[in-house]
């Protein structure tokens, strides 16, 4: 791997939350990397971590409740995780933006879509009122709204779900981000308008150059946009590759089974493969391998041996133990 | 009307009043929800409803069940004409259909057992004694797979996928002919999404039950659905078998979302040409005249703005609601340039 072209890199992060019923450890040892230029995809379902992960990126978990407890998080050669509040806000909305799923709790809804632009503008920038105004509406522009003057004048309330998604992506980029994370941002918006902001994003890392970490249920969006995807399961990431070989050849079994479960619209109509069970408890995680009480290939030692991330191929990882030559005899 | 049709809707239309004021109110304009369907659902058969927000299809299944009222138009279940039967009149169709929605949070009371949400259907159509109840929601609770001690639980204490198994024996509780099933994996994981899915096929195998199937999700509709109608602001574009529709799709619309399903295949997402359309779907207040889909339309002519198609038999069991189908069909008619 070529260092110099890291961006982002996530070294043995653990994140907890506290919840009602107990402390959740909602990241466990996670491990990742961000290139220059690159779409990565964080995929898996809900509770596996993807959204504290992106929250501790951005260091907005929300303390005293969650907090990151271990690892650390290089960006541009910083840890991340040992900046005070205000060197973090120097880098926050500057250099790395985010936008999230739902942009009408994710936007102020008592101010002028406009003025909400100018405000990220502002918080990094030297420039004057007008000259952040003139800016905000070409950001408009740049996102596909062409009456940027009229939109920049509307509370987001007044706008279409489709159009505040595009404004929350065009605060994202007020400051030229260098870093943007995309928390499920096609989530709530309908075919035609996903498509759009799907190539929005691919047009804006294209144009721009930045680095997207796309986190998504959706494995369409990984297959519509990704270069390379890590795949989490109950806090850990079960699986990395570069998006064609994972898809072409998945190793881990609840990749396996995440993959057989889509409909397609190729394949027949027959039953759906099902992961069996429930997503595990985060309160008491399974032991060993976190997936063996829904693995169909379950052995015995599962249950007690931890799997660490084996390399199967070429930047292509698992964690399961069906792969780690002291163990994989068993199967034969 | 054949033999085999459970549900026959002729040119089924909504108008919502928009008004104004309080104390005097005033309509002021219609919102045209629904603006004359036609389509037919089969005993047994599943016919799929995509559309995007606002199109009118939960509108339609709500028509159908009689939840709401029809402005025009004539629905038929099962031979008989129910438009505008007297609600008192409506007690034999409650029984013999059932709808399940998509948010399985909001559908079932919190403060009721599992048991009393799936009896209520029988107590209020004085199904039987109450032991037979009890019987009938064992039954239920293992054709949706819980277990018979779930029935003392609340739905809190379950996942979404398990609370949808919930809101799928409730909906079962009388042994419908037909159940709308209103985007009913759309708050769903994938993973659980998958087992709903087929235990909707299951229980359709099983139990002879017709469903409209209502979803935004065009790989879960091809799934599960017979039939597809697709919706785009109030009207069906194009009607016919499944296997047709997303093999040889003739309206634009169709076509277009066809390329622009987000598929996990990272091999034909590379091949495949996306039509992304511009715009929004527009207001269905003040709907664009002529053909409505022509202000995103790639393939739109100046006559699609002046003349209301109607939908035509472009194929056998095959309608398509497009002045240019067939010249779009011929290469006659390519995309406008941008």
């Given at each position: 791997m070529d260092k110099d072209k890291v961006l982002l890199e996530v070294r043995n992060l653990v994140a907890c939350i506290e919840t009602g019923s107990g402390l959740v450890k909602a990241v466990d040892d996670v491990s990742f990397d961000v290139r220059k230029g690159e779409i990565v995809g964080l995929v898996g379902e809900s509770g596996c971590g993807k959204t504290m992960t992106a929250l501790s990126i951005m260091r907005?978990?929300?303390?005293?409740?969650?907090?990151?407890?271990?690892?650390?998080?290089?960006?541009?050669?910083?840890?991340?995780?040992?900046?005070?509040?205000?060197?973090?806000?120097?880098?926050?909305?500057?250099?790395?933006?985010?936008?999230?799923?739902d942009p009408l709790t994710a936007l102020n809804p008592i101010m002028k879509i406009g003025e909400q632009i100018v405000e990220a503008i502002v918080a990094h920038r030297k420039v004057d009122k007008n000259e952040a105004k003139r800016r905000a509406i070409e950001l408009l522009h740049s996102v596909g709204i062409p009456d940027g003057e009229v939109i920049a004048s509307q509370y987001p309330f007044r706008v279409s779900g489709g159009m505040r998604q595009r404004v929350m992506i065009a605060v994202a980029l007020a400051c030229d981000p260098v870093l943007l994370i995309a928390d499920e941002p096609t989530t709530n918006l309908d075919v035609s308008i996903q498509?759009?902001?799907?190539?929005?994003?691919?047009?804006?890392?294209?144009?721009?150059?930045?680095?997207?970490?796309?986190?998504?249920h959706n494995l369409g969006?990984?297959?519509?946009?990704?270069?390379?995807?890590?795949?989490?399961?109950?806090?850990?990431?079960?699986?990395?590759?570069?998006?064609?070989?994972?898809?072409?050849?998945?190793?881990?079994?609840?990749?396996?089974?995440?993959?057989?479960?889509?409909?397609?619209?190729?394949?027949?109509?027959?039953?759906?493969?099902?992961?069996?069970?429930?997503?595990?408890?985060?309160?008491?995680?399974?032991?060993?391998?976190?997936?063996?009480?829904?693995?169909?290939?379950?052995?015995?030692?599962?249950?007690t041996v931890e799997p660490a991330l084996i390399k199967v191929n070429t930047d292509h990882y698992t964690r399961c133990l069906m792969q780690d030559s002291r163990y994989s005899g068993e199967w034969k | 009307m054949a033999e085999n049709v459970l549900v026959e809707v002729k040119d089924l239309t909504k108008h919502f009043p928009v008004t104004k004021g309080i104390v005097f109110k005033k309509v002021i304009t219609t919102v045209r929800a629904v603006d004359g369907v036609s389509f037919e659902i089969e005993k047994g058969k599943t016919l799929g409803l995509v559309g995007e927000s606002g199109s009118g299809k939960s509108t339609t299944g709500k028509l159908i069940l009689r939840l709401l009222e029809p402005t025009a138009g004539i629905i038929r279940f099962d031979g008989?004409?129910?438009?505008?039967?007297?609600?008192?009149?409506?007690?034999?169709?409650?029984?013999?259909?059932?709808?399940?929605?998509?948010?399985?949070?909001?559908?079932?009371?919190?403060?009721?057992?599992?048991?009393?949400?799936?009896?209520?259907?029988?107590?209020?159509?004085?199904?039987?004694?109450r032991r037979k109840i009890a019987e009938r929601v064992h039954e239920l609770l293992d054709l949706v797979g819980l277990r018979r001690e779930d029935a003392s639980k609340y739905p809190h204490q379950f996942s979404g996928g398990q609370r949808q198994r919930i809101a799928i024996a409730r909906?079962?509780?009388?042994?419908?002919?037909?159940?709308?099933?209103?985007?009913?994996?759309?708050?769903?994981d994938v993973s659980v999404q998958a087992k709903i899915i087929n235990l909707f096929s299951s229980i359709q195998e099983r139990l002879r039950v017709a469903y409209l199937f209502i979803s935004h999700d065009l790989s879960v509709v091809r799934h599960i659905s017979d039939k597809v109608a697709v919706m785009?602001?109030?009207?069906?574009?194009?009607?016919?078998?499944?296997?047709?529709?997303?093999?040889?799709?003739?309206?634009?619309?169709?076509?277009?979302?066809?390329?622009?399903?987000?598929v996990p295949s990272p091999k034909l997402m590379k091949n495949r040409n996306p039509i992304i359309l511009r715009g929004e779907i527009p207001s269905p207040i003040n709907p664009p005249p002529g053909c409505r889909f022509h202000t995103r339309c790639p393939y739109a002519l100046k006559r699609c703005s002046e003349e209301e198609p109607h939908l035509v038999q472009a194929r056998p069991h095959h309608f398509v609601l497009c002045l240019f189908w067939k010249e779009i069909e011929e290469g006659v008619l390519g995309p406008a340039v941008r």
């Open positions: 907005l978990l929300p303390e005293p409740f969650g907090r990151i407890v271990g690892g650390s998080i290089y960006f541009e050669g910083q840890d991340l995780t040992k900046l005070t509040e205000e060197e973090m806000r120097a880098i926050r909305g500057n250099k790395i933006s985010i936008i999230f799923q498509a759009q902001i799907l190539e929005l994003i691919n047009e804006i890392r294209r144009k721009r150059g930045t680095s997207v970490l796309l986190i998504t969006l990984v297959a519509w946009l990704c270069d390379r995807v890590f795949v989490m399961y109950a806090g850990k990431i079960v699986e990395h590759a570069p998006t064609e070989a994972l898809f072409a050849n998945p190793y881990h079994p609840y990749t396996q089974l995440l993959l057989k479960s889509v409909p397609k619209l190729d394949s027949p109509r027959d039953k759906l493969t099902t992961v069996e069970g429930e997503v595990p408890n985060l309160i008491k995680p399974p032991s060993g391998c976190r997936f063996h009480p829904r693995c169909p290939y379950v052995k015995e030692f599962c249950r | 008989i004409d129910i438009t505008n039967l007297p609600q008192d009149d409506l007690k034999d169709l409650r029984k013999r259909t059932s709808i399940v929605f998509q948010d399985p949070y909001s559908s079932l009371d919190p403060r009721k057992r599992v048991f009393d949400i799936i009896s209520e259907p029988m107590v209020i159509a004085n199904w039987g004694d909906a079962l509780a009388l042994s419908p002919d037909l159940i709308v099933a209103d985007e009913p994996v759309s708050a769903l785009y602001l109030g009207k069906i574009v194009e009607y016919g078998p499944t296997d047709v529709i997303f093999e040889q799709p003739l309206h634009p619309y169709t076509k277009s979302l066809l390329t622009v399903v987000p």
